[in-house]
């Protein structure tokens, strides 16, 4: 059965950003609309109701004593706050360049579910939306350990955390720590010494071990129990 598609909606002051973007994104994401800034974005967001609206930490307010505070840091805050209580079935996912921990600390608690940089490909902004759109939170790597610190790690998280990682061999646990840092597969196996193929094995025997689904997921779970 095919994947049900995905309602997306994109926000960015710049267009060709936006075009690039809608050409990279899977088949199965449907574009309903575009917006370059808040008012546009919050119009938009109410008319289309999108499954999910990705959008840039920083936008222009559009008008003059609108919708938003009016500068450009908050913009993507803005458009969450403003159009949310409108489109309660809508989830946000930011997708910037910026990747300071306070753009990613105050996106989230505006009430974005994920957030992740501009470095990323199409594939991995698709992953993200459908992710976003089942209810995961999503953020890139390196962005994880912002949330967390921000929010406080889950209570009792760490009381498991020895018996979780007698589960790995050594060689995992140092994969484990690289991947849930950012590293990419090819960045690991220079590091260790080994093929790329050997990294693929062991981020699959980590997953499999720690019953995880995604990067994503192995590095909030490395955040959680502060092993990075």
Do not use: C
């Not at 957030?115 to 990323?120: C, L, M, P």
């Not at 995992?172 to 590293?183: D, N, P, S, T, W």
């Not at 490395?222 to 092993?227: F, M």
């Amino acid at each position: 059965m095919a994947e049900e598609a995905v309602r997306v909606l994109i926000v960015d002051d710049h267009s060709i950003f936006r075009s690039g973007l809608r050409a990279d994104l899977d088949p199965s994401i449907e574009v309903v609309g575009e917006a370059a800034d808040v008012v546009a974005a919050v119009e938009a967001i109410v008319r289309t109701q999108p499954d999910v609206v990705v959008l840039d930490v920083h936008l222009p307010s559009g008008e003059a004593g609108a919708v938003g505070t009016g500068t450009d840091a908050a913009g993507g805050e803005a458009v969450i706050r403003a159009a949310a209580p409108a489109a309660p079935s809508t989830r946000f996912l930011a997708l910037s360049v910026s990747d300071a921990a306070e753009d990613v600390v105050r996106v989230i608690r505006a009430g974005a579910r994920g957030y992740i940089t501009k470095g990323s490909s199409g594939a991995e902004v698709s992953r993200a939306v459908h992710a976003v759109a089942g209810g995961d939170a999503v953020f890139s790597p390196r962005l994880a350990g912002f949330v967390l610190d921000a929010f406080g790690a889950a209570v009792g998280e760490t009381a498991t955390t020895n018996d979780e990682l007698d589960r790995l061999s050594a060689r995992e646990q140092e994969v484990m720590r690289l991947i849930a840092r950012g590293y990419a597969y090819k960045e690991v196996a220079a590091e260790l010494f080994i093929s790329m193929k050997t990294v693929e094995s062991h981020v699959s025997a980590v997953l499999r071990k720690l019953q995880l689904s995604s990067r994503y997921e192995l590095t909030a779970w490395a955040s959680a129990r502060r092993l990075l």
